[in-house]
């Protein structure tokens, strides 16, 4: 049998250390290379930049066929085909900044007939400019566009068990380019949807821009439940059932958050109004978004009253369980606003701790939930970790100087709740 053919990861962040280790359990030598020499002396280590199940078991596992450097030179020797998986944060203007990628494009070598595999999320129209730009270098390289659909807290299930690969590539020379990348993910027996360049980059756009409306929907709904006195998640299964509206994605909450979402609606909302078209819903969207994190705030106030010098229990902080990310996560927003009304904040979460530090300034990060729950006016869930269903409630109510949880992700037994004592208001409940 042929050895696997080598492959080259640009940019060890959450997609491309999991596409390396994905690769590399699939049998492929993998070259990584990152600017950020700090980020390689850890892998090189052997320890981990930041959380993601399953991923330090696959390193490990695939140690001897991971390689990581901080050259350019290194990958570009060993391997043809080239996963670019840099950030693209998003600009003042809402539009992805491109830079790290135009970076990559420019250490590109015009000798050897590479293949870049576009994996960042990227505006509709950066391959046709990109392929633009290396034809006028004279770089023959071919281009092609593989967006990625991993979620964090899931990413390395979500990689060897896709519901379908993306994969775009022009006509004309780019045909083997795209083949070679389609061999590569024939193992995992998925289906893969193969097409222009500009087609998948929107897939990309467009699915997670529809995630976030779903999510802005149900939250609206919740909105109105609670005025109406019904319960969105009986709503949503309902819902859910029907196979055309589909059961994920589905679950009320205070909002959406991550280093994706907001930077993605935000992006394609740009990108149609760049191209003279007002994308009318996602501007609601967001704005639905903003709003519920907010809604908090009234919930708290409706049974505290003021709350200048209230305690203020934040359980959970990064954008959701499994993971330390807290980009754009709901509780920076939260303790923001608490703290703008005079309350302090005490937050716990699982394993942001460290992030929690640098990003919530002024607030107190505990070591654990009881201690972010004690002499508390008022506990808010914001992340939905699991082990916040084990709380011992009975204990919980005496802790807690006025025993009151706002639910902001549904997922407590409301009656076992306040069975302890504990007075308990959900989200659209
Ligand atoms: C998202 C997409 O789900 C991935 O397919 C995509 O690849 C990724 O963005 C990306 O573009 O890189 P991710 O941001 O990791 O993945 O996390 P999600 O599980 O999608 O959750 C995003 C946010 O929505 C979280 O804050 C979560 O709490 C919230 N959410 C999710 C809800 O409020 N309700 C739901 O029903 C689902």
Redesign the pocket.
């Known amino acids: 049998m042929p050895d696997k053919e080598p492959i080259g990861v640009i940019g060890v962040g959450?997609?491309g250390l999991v596409t390396a280790a994905c690769f590399a359990d699939l049998g492929h030598e993998i070259f990584c290379r990152d600017i950020d020499a700090a980020k390689i002396g850890l892998l090189e280590s052997g320890q981990m930049p930041f959380h993601e199940p399953d991923l330090p078991e696959l390193v490990k596992r695939n140690s001897e066929r991971i390689h990581f450097s901080t050259d350019m030179r290194d990958v570009l020797e060993k391997t043809r085909i080239l996963f670019v998986c840099v950030d693209t944060p998003p600009t003042y203007s809402g539009d992805a900044n491109l830079s790290r990628v135009d970076a990559v494009v420019s250490e590109l070598e015009t000798e050897r007939g590479h293949s870049l595999v576009m994996k960042s999320?990227v505006p509709v129209g950066t391959g046709r400019a990109v392929e633009r730009r290396l034809a006028e270098a004279g770089k023959q390289v071919a281009y092609v566009s593989n967006?990625?659909?991993?979620?964090?807290?899931?990413?390395v299930k979500?990689f060897m068990n896709p519901d379908r690969v993306v994969i775009g590539g022009d006509p004309g020379s780019q045909d083997g380019a795209a083949d070679a990348v389609a061999a590569l993910y024939k193992p995992l027996g998925c289906t893969i949807v193969r097409t222009d360049v500009a087609s998948a980059e929107m897939i990309?756009l467009a699915?997670?821009a529809f995630?976030?409306t779903?999510?802005s929907f149900?939250?609206e709904i919740a909105n109105v439940c609670e005025e109406v006195g019904a319960d969105v998640q009986e709503v949503a299964g309902g819902m859910g059932l029907d196979k055309r509206i589909g059961e994920?994605?589905?679950?009320?909450?205070?909002?959406?958050?991550?280093?994706?979402?907001p930077k993605?609606v935000s992006a394609l909302k740009q990108l149609a109004g760049n191209s003279g078209y007002h994308f009318q819903l996602l501007n609601s969207v967001i704005e639905v978004n903003e709003l519920q994190k907010r809604r908090v705030v009234r919930k708290l106030k409706k049974h505290l009253g003021t709350l200048v010098g209230k305690r203020i229990a934040l359980l959970g902080l990064a954008?959701?369980p499994h993971?330390d990310?807290m980009r754009e996560?709901?509780s920076l927003v939260l303790a923001a606003r608490l703290q703008g009304e005079g309350a302090h904040v005490q937050a716990f979460d699982p394993v942001a701790e460290r992030q929690a530090q640098e990003l919530l300034a002024g607030a107190k990060i505990c070591d654990s939930a009881m201690e972010a729950l004690k002499d508390a006016d008022a506990a808010v869930i914001v992340?939905?970790w699991p082990e916040f269903k084990e709380l011992p409630l009975e204990e919980l109510s005496k802790t807690m100087k006025n025993p009151l949880i706002i639910d902001g992700?549904n997922m407590l037994d409301r009656e076992a709740v306040r069975d302890a004592g504990i007075t308990y208001e959900g989200i659209g409940r």
Not at 147 to 155: N, T
């Open positions: 959450w997609v999320t967006p990625e659909f991993l979620k964090e807290g899931s990413a979500d990309k699915s997670n995630l976030a779903k999510i149900i939250n994920s994605f589905l679950s009320a909450g205070i909002g959406y958050g991550g280093s994706c979402f993605d954008f959701k993971t990310d996560a709901s992340t939905e992700r």
